[in-house]
């Protein structure tokens, strides 16, 4: 099968197309026929060597995220078959023409909904429902600040705020504003000129919001904890600018009960993983079929073009998810 690998770590010029063996279903895997494939920030980390080489759990080629047709099922396979059109988180080995992955990571792609669509969800929804509803415990008539609302979590984590009833803060630049008032923000802060604490502070009446996703770390620390009402809840899900040397105000942590949690989906074991998945499918995958949840789409490349893809990542001028397709 054609496949994108790379020999060493470097820029997006590593990534190459190459022949690479057809995977073969283990007794809980589907194997499918990949139609797309996600881009994510972790694709990024693991060309630069930010992981090392590992094998995420299927395989050690490149690619967490697909959408596409079931070709082979495993013998300890329930309730999937062949034929069947489904999107799932792999570990590893997206971004090729066929794809391995457990079964319990897979869900069936709602009616009506194409793969492209398909494969900008199961990352970055699960990712997001994990942070702000499993973890963030966000309620109908809440308030939550998203930060990086422009991103593919980011922007998933928003639909889903917007969805619960919650009031949205949402920081992104400038440029991005319109699009992320669009999926459903009330509140839209620039990162780069307005201090989202102080707007956060000022349109709440010095309340502060019930539950924050971050993705920056230690830069928007202080000013998150700052920005948080009693009993509200910080869910740190990725660090793009750094996790060392945040400095903490455990006063206020103390006297406003607050409760601060990180996740982080590809170092969780299995079941875990299964859980998570779980979870996100039975609040909210009909939802895609109807419409009434949509995955944002910044841009399409052919699996050839990854490194593109990377580059286009890499500008960070990106609104939703980067697919690519087979």
């Known amino acids: 099968m054609k496949a994108i690998d790379f020999n060493h770590f470097g820029d997006a010029d590593v990534l190459t197309l190459v022949d690479a063996p057809d995977p073969s279903p283990r007794p809980h895997d589907l194997l499918i026929k990949v139609h797309a494939a996600g881009v994510n920030r972790a694709d990024l980390l693991l060309r630069t060597g930010h992981y090392g080489r590992p094998d995420f759990g299927d395989s050690n080629l ?3 995220e697909v959408a596409g047709e079931v070709v082979a099922v ?3 396979v329930r309730g999937f078959k062949v034929g069947d059109r489904v999107m799932s988180i792999t570990g590893g080995g997206g971004y090729a023409e066929y794809a391995r992955f457990d079964y319990r990571m897979a869900m069936l792609i709602p009616e009506g909904l194409d793969y492209i669509h398909a494969a900008a969800i199961p ?3 699960v990712t997001a429902h994990e942070a702000l509803i499993h973890l963030g415990r966000l309620e109908a008539g809440e308030s939550a600040l998203i930060h990086a609302a ?3 979590v980011g922007s998933a984590a928003v639909q889903l705020a917007r969805s619960t009833g919650a009031r949205v803060f949402a920081t992104t630049e400038a440029k991005k504003a319109d699009r992320v008032h669009a999926l459903g923000a009330d509140v839209v802060i620039d990162y780069r000129d307005e201090d989202f604490e102080q707007v956060v502070m000022e349109k709440t009446d010095g309340v502060g919001v019930d539950v ?4 920056v770390g230690t830069p928007n620390f ?3 904890i700052q920005s948080m009402n009693y009993g509200a809840r910080l869910v740190q899900v990725g660090l793009l600018a750094g996790g060392k040397g945040a400095q903490i105000d455990l006063e206020r942590v103390l006297y406003h009960h607050l409760q601060i949690m990180g996740t982080v989906m590809k170092s969780r074991p299995q079941p875990v993983k299964h859980a998570m998945v779980q979870r996100f499918r039975n609040h909210w995958l009909e939802r895609f079929g109807d419409g009434r949840l949509s995955p944002v789409i910044d ?3 052919p699996l050839s073009q990854a490194a593109d893809a990377h580059r286009r990542m890499e500008t960070n001028d ?3 998810k980067i697919i690519l397709t087979n």
Do not use: K
Not at 212 to 215: G, R, S
């Open 74 to 76: 495993g013998s300890e």
């Open 318 to 320: 990106s609104v939703g």
């Open 123 to 125: 990352e970055v929804f």
């Open 62 to 64: 490149i690619g967490l």
């Open 212 to 215: 924050i996703v971050d993705f």
């Open 299 to 301: 841009s399409v490349f």
């Open 222 to 224: 202080a000013r998150n």
């Open 150 to 152: 422009a991103g593919g």
